[in-house]
């Protein structure tokens, strides 16, 4: 479906949180991208039970899991925050820096995020996104195809994103960055409706 539609002229986050809350939209570089319509039921299904899992898992440590729409600044080296030209919103993250995360959202690179692909987001987070993770210093950046059973993971390493781990959703995958943290395909597949199937 190539990817979301874009205004062209540079907004930074002060013009961003102007906006009204009737579209979402996402920053990169100062480009505007229109988020799709409301996530499917197949999308929010895999989106909060990755959530559910990570935060059992992580009871009793010091780190937040957050769910979509949920704003994740990433200033350039020394941007004011509202100078910031870059703002998109995961799926699912997990932040374990407690001072990352304001009222506004989080400002700074997450310790771990998820994108649940659709077929109108998938060259946005396949492409764009992963950029724009890898820039910033996430450890680990995880790209679930729900209907075609695929986890790709991509691990960060010396400044760069190596060649993609690609695995099918079975088993159980442990979440790097999180020790102790597993996401299990079969408790998640589960739930989806029939047609998912």
């Given at each position: ?54 935060r059992n898992a992580l009871e009793g440590k010091p780190c937040t ?39 506004r959202g989080v400002k700074g690179a997450p310790d771990w995020v ?34 075609d059973r695929v986890l790709t993971i991509y691990r960060l390493e ?40």
């Open positions: 479906m190539g990817l979301p539609k874009r205004q062209e002229e540079h907004y930074t986050y002060d013009d961003y949180r102007h906006w009204s809350d009737a579209q979402r939209w996402e920053l990169i570089d100062g480009v505007a991208y229109l988020m799709a319509p409301a996530p499917t039921s197949i999308h929010q299904i895999v989106a909060f039970e990755i959530g559910h899992q990570v899991v957050l769910l979509a729409p949920i704003d994740v600044r990433l200033p350039k080296l020394g941007a004011a925050d509202d100078q910031a030209d870059t703002v998109v919103q995961p799926d699912v993250l997990v932040v374990c820096d407690p001072g990352k995360i304001d009222s998820v994108e649940v692909l659709s077929p109108s987001t998938a060259s946005h987070d396949q492409i764009l996104k992963r950029q724009v993770y890898e820039r910033a210093g996430v450890p680990e950046y995880w790209l679930v195809h729900p209907l010396n400044g760069r994103y190596g060649f993609p781990d690609i695995r099918e959703l079975s088993g159980a995958t442990p979440v790097g960055p999180l020790p102790g943290a597993l996401i299990a395909w079969e408790t998640i597949l589960e739930r989806l409706p029939p047609e998912a199937a």
